[in-house]
């Protein structure tokens, strides 16, 4: 089974960057779509960013501009890059992912789309 491991939370100012990284066991996996979430108390996890097996990315349209998320295969990592952060980013981000190469336009934001999550990471961002 495949095991995912996040790090690079912490805290930052508003304005601030931050990267999130995580490390996926099986390198095999790399093929295969994965994605970044969050989620804050009392609130659904909420999808933000997905990457499919070929490269192709999708954002969530409330982080358009700001995050990117890339993986480097060699590596077994996959990346979030958060520029820009608001408060409102201020939640636990997990990786995801699942054994599909491509989304075929399923809903990669639905938490029901994915069978392997990581323990999570925190970012606060303050104001």
């Known amino acids: 089974q495949v095991h995912l491991m996040e790090s690079g939370g912490g805290s930052v100012q508003a304005g601030g960057s931050l990267r999130l990284s995580c490390t996926v066991s099986?390198?095999?996996?790399?093929?295969?779509?994965l994605s970044w979430f969050r989620q804050t108390p009392g609130k659904a996890r909420e999808g933000v960013a997905t990457i499919e097996g070929d490269g192709n990315t999708i954002v969530a349209t409330s982080v358009t501009g700001r995050f990117t998320i890339s993986k480097d295969n060699a590596k077994n990592t996959l990346y979030l890059q958060m520029n820009d952060l608001k408060p409102e980013d201020s939640a636990m981000y997990y990786c995801a992912g699942d054994l599909r190469r491509a989304w075929y336009g399923r809903a990669w934001y639905s938490m029901r789309e994915y069978n392997y999550w990581g323990q999570g990471t925190q970012v606060t961002v303050s104001s």
């Open positions: 099986d390198n095999s996996y790399m093929d295969y779509c």
